[in-house]
């Protein structure tokens, strides 16, 4: 099955990306009108975000954030089976020196990032520009699929950890100088309450966690489309985790609010790139229907 997977993507991958890409968009745009459930969840996520901003709005950003995520799924092809030299060549960089300047003090970066514009991309960034990273994934109940995710994210040499096998390999892989990539946009069941653009969602704490044990250069990501054509920008911020009041260590959940406070201004600028259709703030819906 992992090879009939392999087959059709490397199949499709002939077509030109911007092809496809509009193919995906336009999908995108059907499923919004036909798939009421993620349409609501969208809808009901902007009201919760931008309570000053008219239907119309939110309609538009829902609107073209299910085109965006049909736009990066029919990318996957491209970004699975193309070229380090191709991908590299429709990404351009800002502020790689910050990320240099953290790898370069040996003691590992705890990067964080979010489901925003191309993701998959994105994550096999770190590895086509040559750092050693791990990152942290969810794995497919479909194993074919499973097999054949892990060697495409794994092709230029990042190392994938699953979620449910425990985080023993971590301290090791920060003392071996890897930068560990961590989403925090996502809701776990088993995660904290921090503020996530303004409101209280259950999060993982992490990066904080693992940042102020081992003093570990904490650092943002964020790979944005350029206008809807396949080149991006991919950038990075320092997030500097402020002490608390009496000089000593921020707690985790004080952290865990800096750091997903870095990203509101990447949201912001373009939400049609963020994946509403998530269910960030499941931890107040529950709350509400108490």
Known sequence: MSILIKTLFFLVQLLPVRLLGACGAGLGRFIYIMNRRHRNIALRNLDRVYPE?????KIRIAHESFAELGRTMF?????FMRSKAYLLSRIELEDEAL??????????VIMTAMHHSNWELGALCFSMLGYECDIIYRPLRQAPA?????????RFGA???SRFEGLRWLPRALKNGHTICVM????????TPVPFLGHM??????PATFANKYNTPLLGVSLDRIGTSFRFKLRFWKIELPASSDGKKQDDVASMQTICESFAANVHERPELWLWIHRRWLYLDEQEQA
């Open 53 to 57: 901003k008219d239907d119309a709005w």
């Open 75 to 79: 990318e996957m092809p491209h970004v």
């Open 99 to 108: 990320y240099k300047s953290a790898v370069e003090q040996g003691h590992g």
């Open 146 to 154: 499973d097999q054949f995710i892990k060697l495409s994210r794994t």
């Open 159 to 161: 190392h994938l950890q």
């Open 184 to 191: 925090v946009d996502q809701h776990l069941s088993n995660g």
């Open 201 to 206: 969602a259950n999060t993982t704490t992490l």
